[in-house]
């Protein structure tokens, strides 16, 4: 499996809503990462997890909230966020340490964030 | 601050014509380069990375790059353009966020439309 599977594909949540989004990699990869992506840009690192740990924080507003529950898993909790927050999610994964900076990563699909 | 830059907003090619992807980069120190490949609604696909070695580095989908140290460039080149490598394409580089965490800077992109 070389994959990272991402869920929902797409997702539309009113400002009150909590929600989460879900990445799944079964490739051994230690490292997981969660990027923001609006249209026709590049995509904005939002957190690593190096071996299930946090380790960057991009200073990401406390409205998005992950968590790493086990090496094949990573969430992003989703709460009261902004209009401004609308846009595609993408996870990715990597072998070895985060902090090499030299790691292939390997993206999901993305989940489409539209919030109303 | 470690950057790079991707000088054109849109490369128009026709299909069998050479394709070049501009970038440029800005490091102290050894640079680690990466070309990464965004299909509509889609994550990103890693391409080919320069790390050391020989500069020309090849990758996927028939894609090479060559490193040019005096010139400070790491452009993307396919000899024969084809109509689904229309594409968004990013160059990145290694770079350190405000905490000394090594991350990837991520180009602004390169839309290719390559015309049949």
């Known amino acids: ?116 | 601050a470690q950057s790079v830059a991707q000088p054109e907003d849109q490369v128009n090619v026709a299909e069998g014509n050479p394709l070049t992807v501009k970038c440029t980069y800005s490091v102290s120190g050894n640079p680690y380069l990466f070309w990464y490949v965004q299909y509509p609604n889609r994550g990103l696909q890693f391409l080919l990375k320069y790390i050391t070695g020989d500069n020309l580095v090849k990758g996927s989908y028939g894609f090479e790059a060559e490193f040019n140290k005096s010139q400070t460039s790491f452009h993307l080149k396919k000899p024969s353009a084809l109509v689904s490598d229309s594409a968004l394409y990013f160059c990145a580089v290694r770079a350190h966020n405000l905490y000394g965490n090594n991350r990837l800077a991520f180009g602004k992109g390169n839309q290719v439309v390559v015309i049949p």
């Open chain 1, 1 to 116: 499996d070389t994959e990272v599977t991402q869920t929902p594909k797409h997702l539309v949540m009113g400002m009150t809503n909590k929600k989460s989004l879900k990445c799944e990699q079964h490739m051994g990869h230690r490292a997981m990462y969660w990027y923001k992506q609006k249209a026709k840009k590049p995509p904005e690192l939002m957190f690593v997890y190096s071996y299930e740990k946090l380790s960057i924080n991009e200073s990401v507003p406390s409205r998005f909230s992950p968590e790493c529950p086990n090496s094949s898993l990573l969430n992003l909790h989703l709460h009261a966020l902004q209009p401004e927050d609308s846009a595609l999610y993408l996870c990715a994964s990597s072998q070895g340490q985060a902090s090499s900076g030299a790691n292939v990563l390997t993206f999901g699909a993305g989940s489409r964030l539209t919030v109303l």
